[in-house]
């Protein structure tokens, strides 16, 4: 690490943010496949009805089909932020069900897409937030607190036996509001190399 880096702000470090940003992204994944298949263990769904979810999922699959409007439109810790925010509404609204109705299906359809959502601001911004010498180290922090964000569900859920299933909804969104909340002290991304104006064209001289 350079001297430079030693003094950069936490909140200003990129990799601090990196890590940040790929934790928020691999928690919803493991929401997905832990806290949501307990919650209808709880409400007595079948084995194989709870299968059925996996379907829901298929929005990290088909995230491409929009990807290119948020590249398009830029803006990334807008999308990041507010994908946040609705996720954490989810986890509220799940905290409030008393029973299993279809409102849920279509809480955990609209969980889904604003996660593989915020997989592609996340991926946009960290692409352009990087220079090249720094992809090597940031690779590895985006792999681990991924992996992180993926397995917190699991402490979540422990963290919750006194509250009941409810507390680990609550905690979820807890966890959800966090990045929103640090979201304007990240550092901005590289703006886009604008294309170099061409020469005027060399003036004409007169046949002689």
């Given at each position: 690490?350079?001297?430079?880096a030693?003094?950069?702000p ?10 940040v940003?790929?934790?928020?992204e ?21 084995l194989?009805?709870?299968?059925v ?8 699959t088909?995230?491409?089909l929009?990807?290119?409007a ?22 509220i609204h ?22 593989a959502?915020n ?16 992809l090597?180290?940031?690779n590895?922090?985006?792999i ?17 036996d ?5 507390g ?7 966890i ?22 061409s ?7 007169p046949?002689?």
């Open positions: 690490m350079t001297p430079d030693a003094r950069t936490l909140l200003k470090s990129k990799l601090f943010w990196v890590g940003l790929y934790f928020s691999g928690f919803p994944l493991g929401v997905f496949y832990e806290i949501f298949p307990v919650y209808f263990r709880q409400q007595g769904v079948e194989r009805q709870i299968g979810l996996s379907l829901l999922g298929l929005a990290w088909l995230k491409f929009w990807a290119p948020i590249d398009y439109w830029r803006h990334h810790r807008r999308w990041m932020a507010a994908v946040d925010v609705g996720m954490g509404i989810v986890m799940f905290a409030m069900q008393a029973g299993l109705g279809p409102s849920v299906w279509v809480a955990i359809g609209v969980f889904t897409m604003l996660s959502t997989d592609v601001a996340i991926d946009g911004y960290t692409i352009e937030l990087l220079s090249t010498d720094e090597g180290l940031a590895g922090v985006r681990a607190m991924y992996r992180v964000g993926t397995l917190a569900s699991g402490p979540v859920l422990l963290a919750s006194a509250p009941g299933q409810r680990a909804f609550v905690f979820a969104a807890v959800l509001f966090g990045p929103p909340v640090l979201s304007p002290c990240a550092p901005p991304y590289r703006p886009l190399a604008s294309p170099r104006p020469p005027p064209p060399a003036p004409r001289t046949p002689t």
